[in-house]
Nanobody
Framework: QVQLVESGGGLVQAGESLGLSCIVSGNILSINGMGWYRQAPGKQREVVAAITSGGRTNYADSVKGRFTIFGDNAKNAVYLQMNSLQPEDTAVYHC?????????WGQGTQVTVSS
C-alpha cells in the first residue's frame, strides 16, 4: 500500500521560505500526477500546486510566482519550495495524487507564517 510522508514545515516569518518534502513509499510508476494540498483551520482543502500526468505544473493563483513544485522519480519524492511566505499560507500541507484516485492521506506538515 502506498504511504505518503510529508515533512519540512515549521514556523517562519512573513517573507521567508520553506521547502516541503513528500516521500511516496510503495509501488508507483512516476511522481507525475502528484500535487500539494493545504487546509487552513475552518477552510476547505485546496490544491496549491501539482504535476500533471503529462509532466506539466499547475499552480493556484494565490501561490503563482512564489511556490515551485518539482519531483524526483528516483527518490519517489515530490517537493514544494515556498518563497515569500505570507500569513495566509498558514495551513497543514499534504501531498497526494492529482487528477486520479487519492492515496491514503499522510499526516501532513504544519506551516505557520507569522506577520
Amino acid at each position: 500500500q502506498v504511504q505518503l510522508v510529508e515533512s519540512g514545515g515549521g514556523l517562519v516569518q512573513a517573507g521567508e521560505s520553506l521547502g516541503l518534502s513528500c516521500i511516496v513509499s510503495g509501488n508507483i510508476l512516476s511522481i507525475n500526477g502528484m500535487g500539494w494540498y493545504r487546509q487552513a483551520p475552518g477552510k476547505q482543502r485546496e490544491v496549491v500546486a501539482a504535476i500533471t500526468s503529462g509532466g506539466r505544473t499547475n499552480y493556484a493563483d494565490s501561490v503563482k510566482g512564489r511556490f515551485t513544485i518539482f519531483g524526483d522519480n528516483a527518490k519517489n519524492a515530490v517537493y514544494l519550495q515556498m518563497n515569500s511566505l505570507q500569513p495566509e499560507d498558514t495551513a497543514v500541507y499534504h501531498c497526494n495524487t492529482y487528477g486520479r484516485s487519492w492515496y491514503p492521506w499522510g499526516q501532513g506538515t504544519q506551516v505557520t507564517v507569522s506577520s
